[in-house]
């Protein structure tokens, strides 16, 4: 049944689903999230003017760390050997987008590594900027998009 939740067995109780059955396929994830701050805050991070040093290339290497280890922190996710993790951010007004794309080779499917590489970073950013920007708000953290295809021979 579609509305039943897979991490629950008949009884009620947390269980770790069995995708031993399942094949093995390419499957990929994209995910978004935004960190709203001040434009003087955004500029800051544009030019590198703030003092712990280029945050988006520490935000970038959080969210990729993030995703690799996300099934450490997420209780129920099976680890995945993960092919490749992107993580990229746009400067629009008052707002800082990120987005994180996740691939892997396997039996389940990378949405949980690309939402957890999103979040990760966007709280890596708010702690590196919290000294200059009070008010930043984390926001509408979003699978976008994925996809499974057969591997190719």
Do not use: W
């Not at 707002?95 to 996740?102: D, M, Y």
């Not at 396997?106 to 970073?121: D, F, P």
């Amino acid at each position: 049944m579609a509305d039943e939740l897979s991490h629950l067995n008949v009884r009620g109780e947390a269980r770790m689903v069995d995708v031993s059955a399942k094949p093995t396929m390419v499957r990929r994830a994209l995910a978004e999230g935004s960190i709203r701050m001040a434009p003087a805050t955004l500029s800051l991070i544009q030019s590198g003017g703030l003092p712990k040093g280029d945050v988006i290339a520490t935000a970038r290497i959080a969210g990729i760390q993030a995703a690799k280890e996300t099934a450490r922190l997420i209780p129920l996710c099976h680890p995945l050997p993960l092919a490749a993790v992107e993580v990229n951010f746009d400067f629009e007004p008052g707002v800082l987008r990120i987005t994180a794309a996740v691939k892997t080779s396997a039996a389940t499917g990378v949405e949980m590594e690309a939402l957890t590489a999103v979040s990760v970073a966007a709280l890596t950013l708010y702690d590196m900027c919290k000294a200059v920007d009070k008010n930043m708000v984390i926001a509408d953290i979003r699978l976008l998009e994925k996809t499974k295809t057969p591997l190719q021979d």
